[in-house]
């Protein structure tokens, strides 16, 4: 896994730069090259990891992109280029239609955070596969300059922004199940036993029948115990890298149905958080 981070950390800085430079040397706007290189360049640019580099890189790397474009043919390439980079952004972050979302509050008291998985897309969301966790969001927290740790993959727990952020309830609730024994395990060290690791589970009272499931919390953080009620906004416990994890991040589902004292089965059911529709790259 470290090897893949550091890989895709350079595949972010060098791939816009080699797409820049194909363009200077393309000599026409219908030119294969140029038509091909900018249709990986606006995918690219829609769906990376950009917390691992600069949440602000893709916008910087758009506007010299149709910059550039715009200086070697012209207006309308440039703007064509702009609406293709909006829509290939937009389009796949859609949400889904035909169904029931339940409203929750940031899980966290304050910060910049950033959707690092999430959507309704497998493009932008590996819980895709899952039944139960096919609407959940994988969360890391930026620093000022965007970026979710210091360094690409750093082997200190405490290098990551958002390691021992405190977590809030999302919702007015019924706390249904608690882990608080597993390990915050080192670095690129995965706990596919248990794939939760540390976890609370919440029965929402506002949405009758569904559970919202916080996972990956750091060991001996958890501050409730099952039926306590909590209100939203109350603090819960803390973020830690306990589970089925490469690093230290928050993961939150929402489910309907299945036993009320695990996150791995029932319904996945959409969320929105704070009244927006989050995905990969979103950030709140």
């Avoid at 820049?20 to 990376?48: H, K, Q, R």
């Amino acid at each position: 896994m470290k090897w893949l981070i550091y890989f895709s950390a350079a595949i972010y800085i060098l791939w816009p730069l080699s797409a820049m430079s194909s363009v200077w040397m393309s000599d026409s706007a219908t030119s294969g090259p140029f038509l091909f290189t900018t249709l990986i360049f606006v995918w690219f640019v829609a769906i990376a990891r950009w917390d691992v580099t600069s949440r602000y890189l893709p916008f910087v790397f758009s506007a010299a992109y149709v910059a550039l474009t715009f200086y070697k043919f012209g207006w309308i390439p440039a703007a064509i280029t702009l609406v293709a980079i909006l829509l290939v952004y937009w389009f796949p972050r859609r949400a889904p239609r035909g169904e029931q979302f339940v409203a929750l509050r940031s899980p966290f008291e304050s910060g910049s955070f950033f959707v690092a998985q999430g959507g309704n897309s497998k493009l932008l969301n590996h819980h895709r596969r899952s039944r139960s966790q096919r609407y959940a969001l994988d969360i890391t927290k930026l620093n000022f300059l965007g970026v979710r740790a210091r360094g690409i993959y750093p082997k200190d727990h405490r290098s990551y922004c958002i390691f021992s952020s405190p977590v809030v309830a999302p919702c007015d609730g019924t706390i249904t199940a608690v882990v608080d024994g597993h390990p915050d395990l080192p670095l690129g060290e995965m706990d596919r036993a248990n794939p939760a690791g540390n976890h609370v589970v919440i029965r929402c009272s506002d949405s009758p029948g569904v559970y919202v499931g916080l996972a990956h919390l750091m060991q001996g953080s958890v501050a409730v115990q099952p039926g306590q009620t909590v209100k939203s906004g109350e603090r819960i416990a803390c973020v830690g890298n306990s589970g089925n994890t490469t690093e230290p991040h928050l993961h939150i589902h929402a489910k309907r149905g299945g036993n009320a004292e695990s996150m791995l089965d029932g319904e996945g059911v959409p969320m929105r958080i704070a009244g927006r529709w989050l995905t990969r790259g979103s950030t709140f």
